[in-house]
């Protein structure tokens, strides 16, 4: 028993070593094919047989039934799809099994494949260990805007995070300095000449309180363009209560042009309980 209690200890060493020794590229691509194989293909299998759909609940919209809430509630959660295979592929943990919001993103942005839109997404993936937040060294800084600027070849993508060491760019991307927490580093943020156009997509996977997620969003939402998504990830479940209460008594009448749902994920393999989601659509007008 002590024996193996101390070869599972042992195991994160083992990957770090491997990392060491390999070339950068080579880790990512084994540890991609391994979750390929042992995961998404038994679970696409799987998929053809069972469904299961996310607990949605949805506010504002018309009607006796928002389109959103009704988008949302079609989604198989069990289905991985191209998208999971494509951020797995680059290291995000957005449909790896621990999260599997890319089988919601695979349904929410379908019309959006072709389109020349732009994308923001906060947060980038930190794993330096003395971060708050930091993703205990297995975050793959960029990983996300990499796998987004493949899903959409016409798309410009967008970033920014509060760690200026890990900001960069690359052909389609470009990241910026921002202090969630800061309305004045929010203001500074959206008035880069680059995004005063808005987005047709912005998510928000940065520092994961209440406080800073809605500091964010009021301080971005009106940058979402006619039509767009706007998106809180990894919001725990002793949140959820309260974030329902916050958009039923206060956002629906701030933002009335605006769709709402919380969306509940829960899996097994997240542990945590943080797999849910604030998803937001702005109306056309």
């Known amino acids: 028993m002590n024996r193996v209690a101390s070869t599972l200890k042992k195991m994160p060493d083992i990957r770090t070593s491997l990392r060491l020794a390999l070339p950068p590229r080579a880790l990512p691509f084994i540890l991609a094919r391994k979750w390929y194989l042992s995961f998404y293909l038994p679970r696409l299998a799987n998929s053809w047989f069972v469904k299961r759909t996310p607990e949605v609940h949805g506010f504002g919209g018309s009607g006796r039934a928002p389109h959103l809430w009704e988008q949302l509630q079609s989604v ?3 289905a991985p799809t191209r998208m999971c295979w494509i951020m797995t592929k680059y290291g995000s943990d957005k449909g790896n099994g621990w999260h599997n919001y890319t089988t ?61 060491n890990i900001l960069f760019q690359e052909d389609r991307i470009k990241t910026y300095y921002c202090d969630q927490l800061n309305q004045v580093a929010i203001r500074d943020l959206w008035s880069q000449p680059v995004l005063r156009e808005g987005m047709d997509i912005i998510i928000e996977d940065g520092l994961h309180t209440f406080e800073a997620n ?23 479940c ?32 997240n542990t945590a309980r943080d797999n849910n989601l604030l998803v937001i659509r702005r109306n056309r007008e």
């Not at 297995?138 to 970033?159: D, I, T």
């Not at 979402?224 to 919001?235: F, H, K, M, N, V």
């Not at 949140?239 to 769709?259: F, G, T």
């Open 104 to 164: 919601v993103y695979s349904v929410l942005f379908k019309e959006f494949h072709d389109r020349p839109l732009r994308l923001f997404e906060l947060g980038l993936a930190i794993n330096d260990p003395v971060d708050v937040s930091n993703m205990g060294g297995q975050g793959r800084p960029g990983a996300s805007l990499r796998g987004w600027r493949e899903l959409f070849p016409h798309a410009l993508v967008y970033g920014g995070d509060i760690n200026r």
């Open 214 to 236: 809605v500091s964010f969003l009021e301080g971005s939402i009106d940058c979402l363009r006619p039509g767009g998504i706007y998106i809180i990830e990894d919001i725990a």
């Open 238 to 269: 002793e949140w959820s209560d309260r974030w329902c209460e916050q958009v039923e008594s206060i956002y629906v009448k701030k933002y009335p042009n605006y769709e709402f749902a919380f969306v509940n994920l829960l899996t097994p393999l």
């Open 76 to 78: 198989n959660t069990l």
